[in-house]
C-alpha cells in the first residue's frame, strides 16, 4: 500500500508492504577431503523448508521552503522473520569405506530489526553554485537460534546455538556544485562513516568455537570531479581519496585482536562522444569492496559434527580497476570491459586443529582476479512487437591451489537473453523472457549450465487506473545451480534447487496518479549492502 499527498511545496509519502512466503530448497552436497594418505567423503541429502515473514514500512516528508532550497526526513523500518526446518542424511565414510550415517534434523530461527533514518537539505545559492547535505543513521538487529539434532545408530545429540547481533551506522555526505559555463563544471565533496557493531554466539558443542566480538570502522573520504563539454565531446576525470580505521576485538582471546588503517586514491577518467545517434565512450575507473559485517564476524554457525561455518576478522577490502569501452547506434549497443581486483574476497576451506576430519568453511583474500566482460545488445520496436536480445561474455581469469598444485579457473559464461513484448489491442500486454547461462567459473566454483523462461500477461481498465496481470516464472523448472569447487585439499559438489517456479497473479487499482517526490540520496549505500 502507497499513499501519497502534495499540497504547494509539501510531499508527503508513505508506505507498507507485508510478505508471507513458504519455500522448500534441495541442496544434496558431497564433501571429499584429502588429508595424507586418507580420503574422507561425505555426502548429505538435504531438504530445506523455509517460512518467511517481512514487515516494510516507510515514511518521507519532502518541503520545497523556496524553488531553490529543499529539505526533507524520511524513515525505512523493517522487521524480518525466518524460520527453516532442514532434514538431511550425512553419509560418512574414509577410504571408501562407510564409517558412519547420521539423520540431522535442524531447526533454524533468525530475526532481523532494521531502521534507517535519512535527513537531507538541497540547497542553490545563485544561478551556479548548489550544495547537497545528507546525513544517515541505520542500525541493525538480529537475533538466532539453532537446534540440530544428530542421530548416529540410535543415539541422539542435540546442539544448541543462540547468537545476539547488533549495528549502527552513523553517516553523513555534503556535496558540492560549480559551474564555470555552460560547459565546464566542477564537483567536491566530503564523506565520514561511523560503524560500531558487537555479537555473542553460543553452541553447545566443544568443536565450534564461541564468539564474543565488537567491530568498530571510521572512515573518511574526499573527492573531486571535472566535467568539460567541447562540442560533441565529454571529458571528465576525478580522484577520490579514502582513509579507513579499522579495529576487531576479541572478548574471549584479546590476543586476536585486529587493528587496520587503510590509506588509498582512487582516480578515475571518462571521454564520450555523441554525434548524429552514434554513442561512444572510453572510461577507467577504481574503486573499494569492503567485507560484509558477516563475513568479518568471527561467529560460526554449526552444521553438524563434522562441519562448520565461520567469518575471518582479518579479511581485507578489495580494489578494483576498471577499463571499459562503449559504443552504440541506433539498434545495437556494445560494451566491452577488463577488470583487475585485488585481494579477491571468496570462499576458504581448511582442517580443524582439533579434529583432522573436521571442514571449516570461511572467507578469504586471495591475490587477484581478473575479467574480460562483454555484451552486444540489439532492440528494436516493430509496430506491436517489441524485440530484445542481448548476447553476453564473462572471462575470469583466477588461480589457486588444489592438492599441492596450481589450478586454472578460466571458464567462461557466456549468455543470451531474449526479452519480447507484445503490446496487442485492447491494453493486451504479453510478455515473453528467456535467459540461458553456458555456466563456467565463478572464482573457484564452477557453474554448469541453467536457464529460465517466464512468461507474462497484462491488461489495464479503467483509463490505467486498475491493471492485473499474471505471471508464471521458471515454467520448466531449469533454474537450478549445479556447482563443483576444488580448493586447497577439498573437492566440494553441491545442487543449489531453490524451487523457484512459480504462477502469479498481481492486482493494483490506482486512486489517483499523484507522484510523491523524495530528493534525498543515502550516503550509506555500500554500508547498507553489507549488511
Request: net charge positive.
Amino acid at each position: 500500500m502507497k499513499l501519497g499527498y502534495k499540497h504547494k511545496g509539501l510531499s508527503l509519502s508513505a508506505s507498507y508492504s507485508y510478505d508471507n512466503t513458504i519455500n522448500q530448497s534441495l541442496l544434496p552436497q558431497t564433501k571429499e577431503l584429502f588429508w595424507g594418505d586418507n580420503i574422507h567423503r561425505y555426502t548429505q541429502d538435504q531438504t530445506a523448508k523455509g517460512h518467511l515473514t517481512n514487515h516494510d514500512w516507510q515514511l518521507g516528508v519532502d518541503y520545497e521552503i523556496y524553488d531553490k532550497q529543499n529539505i526533507g526526513i524520511e524513515w525505512n523500518v523493517s522487521d524480518n522473520t525466518d524460520k527453516e526446518r532442514r532434514n538431511s542424511i550425512l553419509d560418512y565414510f574414509l577410504n571408501e569405506e562407510a564409517m558412519q550415517s547420521t539423520d540431522i534434523f535442524n531447526n533454524y530461527l533468525n530475526r532481523t530489526r532494521y531502521n534507517h533514518l535519512n535527513l537531507f537539505h538541497n540547497g542553490k545559492w545563485g544561478k551556479r553554485f548548489s550544495t547537497e547535505l545528507n546525513l544517515d543513521y541505520a542500525n541493525n538487529k538480529n537475533k538466532y537460534h539453532q537446534e540440530t539434532d544428530e542421530t548416529t545408530a540410535g543415539i541422539s545429540n542435540m546442539t544448541v546455538s543462540n547468537g545476539n547481533n547488533a549495528l549502527d551506522i552513523y553517516a553523513g555526505k555534503l556535496a558540492f556544485d560549480y559551474k564555470f559555463s555552460d560547459k565546464i563544471g566542477l564537483s567536491w565533496g566530503f564523506e565520514y562513516n561511523h560503524i560500531s557493531g558487537n555479537g555473542i554466539l553460543t553452541c553447545g558443542s566443544e568443536s565450534t568455537p564461541p564468539s564474543n566480538y565488537k567491530n568498530k570502522e571510521n572512515k573518511y573520504a574526499a573527492y573531486a570531479e571535472i566535467v568539460a563539454n567541447i562540442g560533441a565531446v565529454t571529458v571528465s576525470g576525478g580522484v577520490r581519496y579514502e582513509n579507513l580505521a579499522s579495529d576487531y576485538l576479541n572478548y574471549i582471546d584479546r590476543n586476536g585482536d585486529v587493528h587496520r588503517h587503510y590509506k588509498n586514491i582512487y582516480p578515475s577518467l571518462s571521454v564520450s562522444y555523441n554525434k548524429s545517434g552514434w554513442a561512444n565512450s572510453l572510461s577507467f575507473s577504481s574503486r573499494t569492496t569492503h567485507p560484509t559485517f558477516r563475513q568479518l564476524s568471527n561467529s560460526s554457525y554449526y552444521s553438524n559434527e563434522f562441519m562448520y561455518q565461520c567469518g575471518n576478522p582479518l579479511l581485507k577490502p578489495s580494489n578494483s580497476y576498471i577499463i571499459q569501452l562503449s559504443t552504440g547506434y541506433k539498434i545495437f549497443s556494445l560494451s566491452a570491459s577488463y577488470t583487475y581486483m585485488k585481494d579477491f574476497i571468496s570462499t576458504d576451506f581448511y582442517v580443524s586443529n582439533d579434529k583432522q576430519n573436521q571442514i571449516i568453511s570461511s572467507y578469504a583474500n586471495y591475490d587477484k582476479i581478473q575479467y574480460f566482460k562483454a555484451y552486444l545488445t540489439l532492440q528494436k520496436n516493430i509496430a506491436w512487437w517489441k524485440p530484445s536480445l542481448s548476447l553476453g561474455i564473462t572471462q575470469p581469469f583466477f588461480c589457486s591451489e588444489y592438492l599441492g598444485e596450481k589450478m586454472s579457473y578460466n571458464k567462461p559464461q557466456i549468455y543470451v537473453v531474449a526479452n519480447q513484448y507484445f503490446q496487442l489491442p485492447k491494453s493486451y500486454l504479453i510478455s515473453v523472457y528467456y535467459y540461458f547461462n553456458s555456466g563456467g567459473n565463478l572464482g573457484a566454483v564452477t557453474f554448469k549450465p541453467y536457464k529460465i523462461l517466464n512468461m507474462g500477461v497484462q491488461k489495464s481498465f479503467f483509463d490505467g487506473k486498475l491493471s492485473v496481470s499474471l505471471q508464471a516464472q521458471d515454467i520448466f523448472h531449469t533454474m537450478k545451480f549445479k556447482e563443483t569447487e576444488k580448493m586447497k585439499n577439498i573437492h566440494f559438489q553441491q545442487t543449489e534447487d531453490y524451487c523457484l517456479w512459480n504462477y502469479s497473479i498481481s492486482i493494483i487499482y490506482r486512486l489517483n496518479q499523484i507522484k510523491t517526490k523524495y530528493r534525498g540520496k543515502t550516503s550509506i549505500k555500500q554500508e547498507i549492502d553489507r549488511l
